[in-house]
């Protein structure tokens, strides 16, 4: 089994920053991708980014020249680096990890990102 533990969610304003971290303890051998979703209640959870074990990157293009994804393999820690940040994207965020194959699926318990007008 993985565990993902998310922190670095809050409130900040239109145009401000925040950086999200998600540490992976457990059978990280398992894990191959990396990734942020995001979801508003009552929706499907989208795809924010995500990132492979070999740092190859996928950002969608809502946010795309605003966030950042990066993944530091020694400390099986995954982030994302939101910046311009828009009341629209206003959602909890997940962590989430993937084996090579896609195949197993695990998540993390969410944290809120606010952000006011």
């Known amino acids: 089994q993985v565990q993902l533990v998310e922190s670095g969610g809050g409130l900040v304003q239109s145009g401000g920053s925040l950086r999200l971290s998600c540490a992976a303890t457990g059978s990280i051998n398992n894990i191959y991708f990396m990734g942020w979703y995001r979801q508003t209640p009552g929706e499907q959870r989208e795809l924010v980014a995500e990132?492979?074990?070999?740092?190859?990157?996928k950002v969608v293009d809502s946010v795309k020249g605003r966030f950042t994804i990066s993944r530091d393999n020694a400390r099986n820690t995954v982030y994302l680096q939101m910046d311009n940040l828009k009341p629209e994207d206003t959602r909890v965020y997940y962590c989430n990890a993937k084996d090579s194959g896609r195949v197993r699926d695990y998540w993390g318990q969410g944290t809120q990102v606010t952000v006011s007008s």
């Open positions: 990132v492979s074990f070999g740092g190859y990157t």
